[in-house]
């Protein structure tokens, strides 16, 4: 069965450093998406993205995050001047252009 | 916005037993998709089951079942003959037809003893 990978499974990095994860979505899918879950906390929203373009944005996703699709097949998040609450789980998901979501396995992210 | 509650924090259950994990939601929407993830210690995030809002019937997978009340907007997973590697947090989730992102409850952490 196809799968979304993420790499790496773990990232420890400084704060106020920069971070990106990447993601590698189904193949035929068109959507994608980054979610976070804080340790013992619900999995939140962060963005979604169709066309090369980011379709919608929680709250959460402001000026310090940002998603690219460099190639055609990767489809990356960074974080900018990481902060120690950025510490958590982050998950990528593909769908195709119906209801049901693939996610990866997600990378933990750890801000120190 | 639309917002999903689950109320059990922490649910257990002898092996080979059923339970019944609740969920409710708030929405104003008619069409939209109810879903359940599961969610091990490894932390993947593994579809259970969904279902359509626009369907009656309630969906079924294996030993996993829901049931769907629309007018009471409440979408409970059953889990029948638990088994050992039934234990993780669930995860139930809220996903608009015209929306992208899915909304999820805080979690219920399924514990099955032997």
């Known amino acids: 069965e196809p799968e979304v990978t993420q790499t790496p499974s773990h990232q420890v990095t400084q704060m106020g450093q920069e971070v990106i994860l990447r993601c590698v979505p189904i193949?035929?899918?068109?959507?994608f998406y980054w979610y976070r879950q804080i340790l013992g906390q619900k999995v939140e929203f962060l963005v979604s993205?169709?066309?090369?373009?980011?379709?919608?944005k929680s709250e959460i996703f402001d000026d310090q995050f940002s998603v690219e699709r460099p190639d055609g097949s990767n489809f990356t998040l960074k974080i900018r001047s990481t902060k120690l609450e950025d510490s958590a789980m982050y998950f990528c998901?593909?769908?195709?252009?119906?209801?049901?979501?693939?996610f990866g396995s997600g990378t933990r992210l750890t801000v120190v | 916005a639309q917002t999903v509650t689950q109320s059990q924090p922490e649910m257990s259950v002898q092996e080979a037993e059923t339970v019944t994990l609740s969920c409710t939601y708030d929405?104003?929407?008619?069409?939209?998709?109810l879903f359940w993830y599961k969610q091990p210690p490894s932390r993947q995030m593994i579809l259970v089951i969904r279902?359509?809002?626009?369907?009656?019937q309630n969906a079924t997978e294996n030993r996993f079942s829901v049931n769907f009340q629309k007018a009471a907007k409440s979408f409970s997973l059953k889990i029948s003959d638990s088994q050992l590697g039934d234990a993780a947090m669930y995860f139930c989730?809220?996903?608009?037809?015209?929306?992208?992102?899915?909304?999820f409850g805080a979690g219920t952490r399924l514990t099955v003893k032997p």
């Open positions: 279902q359509e809002a626009y369907k009656q």
């Open positions: 993205f169709y066309n090369n373009e980011i379709s919608e």
């Open positions: 998901a593909s769908s195709y252009p119906d209801y049901g979501y693939t």
């Open positions: 193949s035929n899918h068109l959507y």
């Open positions: 929405t104003s929407e008619s069409d939209y998709y």
């Open positions: 989730a809220y996903r608009s037809e015209w929306g992208n992102d899915m909304r």
